[in-house]
């Protein structure tokens, strides 16, 4: 059986559907072993030895990037692309917490519609201001309004709770060598 896994990607300052086709992708962590043996039994001219990281990474990443979405829905309204620019201008843009477009791109995986269509969002929320570049004309800087600098840190720490709950399982040693091991693939 051939079950469609969905994975949102951050596009274009909204997200994209990118399925992923798996044989018998386990629903339920504690059939993980059990369900990659029978894929390997029943397929094995499919089956390498990366589809038992692959699998659970898959999973784990679904429980990871959407339990912190809902959190940032349900206890802020806020998108995670709007969380991203807030943050960028709370931790990047100095003590008035204000970057141009460029210097937001710079940071965020956006394109320039994304992050204009997002700006707009936030400015209409009252989080963000944006007003012209005095010494540009051309350019315009986006400044984090108090609302905004009141909400970023609170958010923050309640996703990053989130977050460590999700890898309570696992002690200090295992979660350094996690993040070197991740840090290695992604190179």
Known sequence: ???????????LGGTFEHSINWILLPMDIND??????????????????VVHVGVP??????????????????????TRSE???????????GDECILTPTQLMGRLLF?????????????????????????DKRSKFVKLEEKGKEIV???????FSYEESCLENLNIEEKDLLSSLLVKALK
Do not use: C
Not at 32 to 49: E, G, Q, S, V, Y
Not at 60 to 78: R, T, V
């Open 153 to 159: 840190p609170e958010a923050i720490k309640n996703v």
């Open 57 to 78: 990474f898959y999973m784990f990443h679904s429980k990871f990037y959407e339990g912190a979405n809902k959190i940032l829905k349900d206890q802020f309204s806020l």
């Open 111 to 135: 394109s320039w519609g994304g992050v204009t269509k997002v700006l707009k969002k936030l400015e209409d929320k009252g989080f963000i201001t944006r007003f012209d570049n005095p010494e």
């Open 1 to 11: 059986m051939v079950i469609l896994f969905y994975v949102n990607i951050p596009f």
């Open 83 to 93: 969380i991203d620019i807030m943050s960028a201008l709370f931790f990047s843009g």
């Open 32 to 49: 993980l072993k059990k369900d990659l043996a029978l894929l390997k039994d029943k397929a094995p001219d499919i089956f390498n030895d």
